[in-house]
């Protein structure tokens, strides 16, 4: 399958460009419009939607495809998914105007006022793996944001993306014909493109003149090959590897349907927890919470197992293994470290994560204490900030004061001595 950004990818870059501006000059309701639209449509068209991934699915699974089950995971769209993504388009339709909104004002000199207002980026070049569900999603941030987008889906999920930039190009039609208030409809085609080759991403990347943003949504692999290959800007990610920390005192009770919930919801999202820190005082058994004399550690392990986690390993912070544990699954594979404080967890998190997502569990006490040291930074930087606006307001009150010496007199009414001629 073959499309018009295949064709000539310059082209198309040049209409999403001309496109986003048209778009980004509508008024807000033609935005809000598309956005309902496409909601809508979603649910309307789901029939439609659901049998294009259905061959998605039949023809990924075959044998000699080389999914792997995780990506086969991401593929796979369902009522609910779609049920899931309309609401959170319509969110997205209900937020604040996003463009023109000004974030700072600064009074340079009377009659001078410096103001920083959000306007579109331009346009976006978007490419993403095997997750069909990702392409609505981003083309309702940049439909609400008036951005110009170049989409990439994965090849396993040509059909499904194929139908869904048909819901999207059609939501942007309608909304654009019944809002335009004697406008001319902007270029819905123009607006979204979907490009369907790896020739035609080669060749886009190189458009540094008409593109102003790559986005790539995928493996580190992808990343990398994206950020060798452009001069334009990217928003690449990390490897989406996420930990849990749960320290002394903290209820396992408590941490367990956490510990579970964020490998075993969805496996194959790239937010799933990949490690868990434990504190060293789990690996023997408590007697306040414990369980037929189990440690905590053995509880958190058992949980994962059952749910078909493989677990690798887990191991003091000297580096010896303190137990093991292996079961092949569908549920991915989690490790541990036992960790003797908390002021570990950053120092092992930032040496061995990727910055995307931790959740450290502490007892409320602990957590309060680090809630009160949050805003007690907060303050101290509220105040250092309101001593730097006064130092600025006296600063202008002096320099308005200010007068040039070659309009001083002296006591005679002649000019003052020690002025100098100031050029006109």
């Not at 659901?50 to 023809?59: I, T, V």
């Amino acid at each position: 399958m073959s499309t018009s950004a295949d064709a000539d990818p310059r082209a198309a870059a040049c209409a999403a460009r001309a496109a986003s501006r048209a778009f980004a000059a509508a008024p807000t309701a033609v935005r809000v419009a598309a956005l309902e639209n496409l909601a809508s449509g979603l649910l309307a068209r789901s029939g439609e939607i659901l049998a294009a991934n259905a061959a998605d699915l039949d023809a990924a699974s075959q044998a000699g495809s080389g999914v792997e089950p995780a990506l086969l995971q991401r593929l796979m769209l369902t009522e609910a998914k779609l049920e899931t993504l309309a609401s959170g388009i319509r969110a997205i339709a209900a937020a604040r105007e996003p463009l023109g909104a000004a974030s700072s004002r600064v009074e340079v000199t009377e009659g001078l006022t410096l103001e920083k207002t959000a306007c579109p980026i331009g346009v976006l070049l978007v490419i993403f793996e095997s997750r069909p569900d990702a392409l609505p999603q981003i083309a309702a941030l940049a439909i609400r944001s008036g951005n110009g987008l170049l989409l990439k889906g994965g090849k396993v999920a040509s059909r499904s993306n194929a139908v869904l930039h048909q819901v999207v190009v059609d939501a942007i039609a309608k909304a654009t014909a019944e809002e335009a208030r004697g406008q001319p409809p902007v270029n819905a085609e123009g607006l979204v493109s979907l490009i369907t080759s790896r020739a035609g991403v080669s060749d886009l990347l190189k458009l540094d003149d008409v593109i102003d943003l790559v986005i790539p949504r995928g493996g580190n692999a992808l990343v990398t090959h994206v950020q060798a290959s452009t001069r334009i800007p990217v928003l690449g990610h990390a490897d989406g590897v996420c930990h849990i920390f749960v320290d002394a005192g903290f209820p396992i009770a408590e941490a367990l349907p956490v510990v579970l919930d964020s490998k075993l919801d969805y496996p194959a999202a790239c937010n799933a927890v990949e490690t868990l820190l434990v504190h060293s005082s789990f690996a023997g058994p408590s007697p306040s919470d414990s369980e037929e004399g189990k440690s905590g550690l053995s509880r958190l392990v058992e949980g994962l197992q059952k749910g078909g986690v493989t677990v690798r390993a887990w191991r003091s912070e000297d580096g010896g293994v303190v137990g093991g544990a292996r079961r092949d699954g569908e549920g991915g594979a989690a490790a541990f470290d036992l960790l003797s404080s908390l002021p570990s967890a950053p120092a092992r998190r930032h040496e061995y994560g990727s910055a995307d997502l931790t959740i450290e569990l502490v007892p409320s006490t602990a957590g309060e204490k680090r809630k009160e040291r949050g805003r007690e930074r907060g303050r101290k930087e509220k105040r250092e900030s309101e001593r730097e606006r006064e130092r600025e307001r006296k600063r202008k009150n002096s320099l308005s004061r200010l007068v040039p010496l070659s309009k001083k007199k002296n006591s005679c009414g002649l000019p003052h001595p020690c002025a100098r001629q100031w050029p006109h």
